[in-house]
């Protein structure tokens, strides 16, 4: 069954430091977004990305937030200067659909902790 | 903006018995509602898709109604299994997902 990858799968960092996660879509998938996930929280929207630029981005997608696909198979998202609240789990998905209603499909995330 | 619910927070129950788990959301211009399972510490599995425009949806034991209207949706798990152990989350689709705050669910064998 065809399945959304990401890596790592944990990495600690120390707070300033630029983190890089990476996330294979799957194959043929058009819409990519990133989620998270701060501990005991809701899952929360962070950005959507379709024909190679941010479609929306939240609030939470500052300055310090990059998306881009480098190779056309990747997926990242780019923290420049890791804060302690940047601390979470991160979820890639990905929909297939040309449409607003395709399913949404989620990888199985990145634990990010900011030391 | 959109404001979801799940109600309860956690369940806990006999193995056998039917379960029930409730999302209400405030905005039903909604596209469709996705109901996902998420275990300890991992991804999300999703569960079932229900377009905005149907009134139920159908997996083997798993049942998701939805009421567009009255901004509710509810996911029925029949004949509830210790496998079936885990955090139950409701999204609802505006061009991205808003998220509940899941149920735990909680099966006793």
Redesign the interface.
Known sequence: EPEVT?TPSHQVTQMGQEVILRCVPISNHLYF?W?RQILG?????LV?FYNNEI??K?EIFDDQFSVERPDGSNFTLKIRSTKLEDSA?Y?C?TKGQGT??G???????S?LTVL | KQEVTQIPAALSVPEGENLVLNCSFTDSAIYNLQWFRQDPGKGLTSLLLIQSSQREQTSGRLNASLDKSSGRSTLYIAASQPGDSATYLCAVNQYKLSFGAGTTVTVRA
Do not use: D, I
């Open positions: 990401q977004y989620y929280q809701k899952v929360e929207f959507s479609s929306e939240s789990m979820f998905a607003n209603t399913e949404l499909f989620f990888g199985e995330g634990r």
